[in-house]
């Protein structure tokens, strides 16, 4: 028993000097790909600032490290294979100099550096922390602990390295969560779907598709549509002009083998179109400059395939890549090699039903080096070579204006849709709005991106919607402040004019230089996600591949009740009612008397440095809707919109268990 004893003990004292002696190696936190472990609102630059320039902090420096922009939200898993996290941190020296921002490390939960206030000018300081037994690990820049709201300015993690034991490398937190559905699956029976108004413009071209769940075959019908207008019975496609301007309403039919289905449709004929939230796909997050005719196609094919026709799904968007030289009868842009015959894809396009949708910008050469919407030279002399070196002129408008001759090509080739992009300004706004509305087509104009607030009343007047912030992410953190912020923003948006937080972060993405992958979204989070768009009554355009959607995502998108939200004839944006104890109160009012209500559990986020990091321990939180808090009082009938079912009659209050990040999206309705 006692050798037993002595044999355990030396076994004991092996195996710490084992593990006392394991390889110790330096893992340069620049040499992994940083846009993956990255959670902020802007990209990252490894081994220069956020400018591409050499990193310098207090007028020194640093060949190695990485550059970004406040908010910077880095989160690495390491359990426990991290020994020390070292780095010299401060405010890049083209910063904002009047922006005093702060530095965290958080290992688990505690704060284990944070640097104070920094301004640009002031020396770096050291971060040297053990991170002995530690798991998850968060890096953080904010200047402003109190929110999402910042300042923006630039900040640098110098000679930032993890000490690692023997050859393990930080990872990203893996988003393994159960992927629960909630939508029952639509009945057999008819159901129609698509949105209850539509707007045209009187003697342009008219497409409206009847989007019906419910057993094929089904046969559809009208009745009372204005003359000009004719009904494909089999497709559901109403085409034609309507030339005299009036509000119309038809009745809207469908029907199959187990019954029938009759909805109200009101068409106004005027100078209003967009009259509910464009609804559909753009490629960007999917393919990026990849995009190609096959592509677009692959996506409309898949849109009918998938079934997210039949629940009003819409529009098939080409983002930036497609622009070839300038040519034709139009002086226009041409398309490029990879969409040949572009007038019959689109055609193709409208022949299932659905719309397209372009991209262009007014200045010479897109974000991606493709031709503009402008020239130096009369005609257009612009070479077509995407070459990021141009990037230096994407800011730049040329002097020769040619918004006409690409509004009028547009339209000739049948597009329906046209985000245009820049960093904002009305003139530019002015003189697109003006020539789409002389093109002879409807096409939706949506600007892109970051449209300055105090302009809000600029872009409801000449545009159908405009981006109110940066490019979105697939993160929390980009979520939060893109769509949880836009309370401000809700007086402007309204039939024909949208707040739009960007495409939607569900599926597979691609953000810059990353590759497709899953969405970095909690199941909760892509609730939310989707129940906040919808309130917001914010375009819903899909960012992934639809020909890769699981059943998961595809049943987020399909809940029927959930898109009527978004797509209510009244056109009211959601505002924030609460927020408190971690959850916020949203109310949107129906055009029915209804409200629809969003329970978002926040869980704080943004209010303290861990707030902004998953930690892996999160819980639910239960919560009492106390309905006054919402402006609301007396008796509510209450249905669960995910669930689609009925909750029952509830008096003042409604007490409920909130997801971590998740939701409880309600549609009330008042007893009486």
């Known amino acids: 028993m006692q050798k037993l004893s002595t044999y355990t003990f030396l076994l004991f004292i092996w195996f710490t000097i084992a593990s006392c002696t394991k390889k110790v190696?330096?893992?340069?936190?620049?040499?992994?790909?940083?846009?993956?472990?990255?959670?902020g609102i802007r990209p990252v630059k490894a081994k220069t600032n956020y400018k591409t320039n050499p990193i310098s902090i207090g007028g020194v420096q640093y060949e190695r490290g990485f550059g970004s922009i406040t908010t910077s939200v880095f989160s690495f898993y390491v359990n426990g294979n991290a020994k020390r996290f070292t780095a010299e941190v401060g405010a890049d020296d083209e910063g904002r100099k009047d922006t005093p921002i702060k530095f965290f490390v958080i290992g688990d939960q505690k704060i284990l550096f944070e640097s104070g206030e920094m301004k640009v000018g002031d020396p770096a300081k050291k971060v040297d922390v053990n991170l002995s037994g530690i798991k998850r690990v968060g890096l953080l820049v904010t200047d402003n602990i109190g929110g999402v709201k910042n300042n923006i300015t630039y900040c640098d993690w110098a000679n930032a390295q993890f000490k690692m034991i023997e050859d393990s490398l930080p990872r990203q937190i893996s988003n393994s969560e159960e992927k629960y559905i909630l939508t029952p699956k639509p009945a057999d029976t008819p159901r129609i779907n698509s949105a209850k108004v539509f707007g045209a413009t009187p003697g342009n071209p008219f497409l409206y598709t009847i989007s019906a769940t419910g057993k094929r075959p089904m046969q559809f019908s009208a009745e009372n549509l204005p003359q000009g207008l004719v009904l494909d019975s089999q497709t559901g496609i109403i085409s034609g002009k309507v030339n005299k301007k009036d509000i119309y309403r038809a009745t809207l039919k469908a029907k199959n083998e187990l019954g029938e289905a009759s909805k109200t449709l009101k068409i106004n004929i005027g100078d209003t179109i967009a009259l509910t939230p464009p609804i559909g796909w753009n490629g960007w997050n999917s393919w990026g400059g990849k995009i190609d005719r096959e592509k677009v196609i692959a996506s409309a094919d898949a849109m009918v395939k998938m079934g997210l026709n039949n629940h009003g799904w819409t529009y098939i968007n080409i983002d930036d890549t497609w622009q070839g030289m300038r040519g034709g009868k139009l002086t226009a842009l041409q398309p490029n090699e990879k969409f040949p015959e572009i007038k019959e894809m689109v055609g193709y396009i409208h022949s299932l039903g659905l719309k397209a949708g372009i991209y262009s910008t007014p200045y010479i050469y897109s974000y991606a080096g493709y031709i503009g919407a402008s020239s130096e030279f009369e005609k257009g002399g612009e070479t077509c070579e995407p070459d990021k070196k141009k990037r230096n002129s994407a800011t730049l408008i040329g002097k020769y204006r040619l918004e006409t001759n690409d509004a009028l090509q547009m339209a000739e080739w049948g597009f329906d849709y046209l985000k245009y992009d820049w960093r904002i300004d009305v003139n530019?706004?002015?003189?697109?709005?003006?020539?789409?509305?002389?093109?002879?087509?409807?096409?939706?104009?949506?600007?892109?991106?970051?449209?300055?607030?105090?302009?809000?009343?600029?872009?409801?007047?000449?545009?159908h919607a405009w981006r109110t912030g940066p490019d979105i992410r697939d993160s929390w953190n980009s979520l939060y402040y893109l769509a949880f912020t836009l309370d401000k923003w809700a007086e402007f948006a309204g039939p024909g004019h949208w707040n739009d937080p960007d495409m939607m972060i569900l599926g597979n993405v691609s953000m810059g230089p990353t590759e497709l992958h899953p969405t970095r979204l909690t199941p909760d989070e892509q609730y939310s996600h989707v129940s906040i768009f919808s309130l917001l009554a914010a375009p819903l355009l899909i960012g992934c591949p639809i020909e890769q959607l699981d059943d998961f995502t595809l049943n987020l998108l399909t809940?029927?009740?959930?898109?009527?939200?978004?797509?209510?004839?009244?056109?009211?944006?959601?505002?924030?009612?609460?927020?408190?104890?971690?959850?916020?109160?949203?109310?949107?009012?129906?055009?029915?008397?209804?409200?629809?209500?969003?329970?978002?559990?926040?869980?704080?986020?943004?209010?303290?440095?861990?707030?902004?990091?998953r930690w892996g321990n999160e819980t639910p939180k239960s919560f009492t809707f106390d309905f006054a808090k919402a402006g609301l009082n007396g008796k509510w009938k209450l249905r669960d919109v995910w669930r689609q079912s009925d909750l029952g009659e509830f008096d003042g209050s409604f007490q409920t268990e909130i997801r971590h990040h998740g939701v409880v999206m309600l549609r009330m309705y008042p007893v009486k």
């Open 25 to 39: 190696t330096t893992v340069w936190v620049d040499d992994l790909t940083l846009e993956t472990f990255s959670e």
């Open 428 to 463: 530019s706004t002015e003189r697109m709005s003006a020539a789409l509305k002389k093109s002879g087509r409807d096409i939706i104009f949506s600007i892109s991106n970051n449209a300055p607030f105090e302009k809000a009343a600029d872009w409801a007047r000449l545009t």
């Open 559 to 613: 809940n029927d009740e959930v898109i009527e939200i978004n797509q209510d004839p009244l056109g009211k944006s959601a505002r924030l009612m609460a927020d408190e104890n971690g959850v916020q109160i949203w109310l949107k009012p129906m055009e029915d008397g209804s409200f629809a209500a969003g329970l978002f559990n926040t869980d704080d986020f943004a209010k303290t440095p861990q707030s902004y990091f």
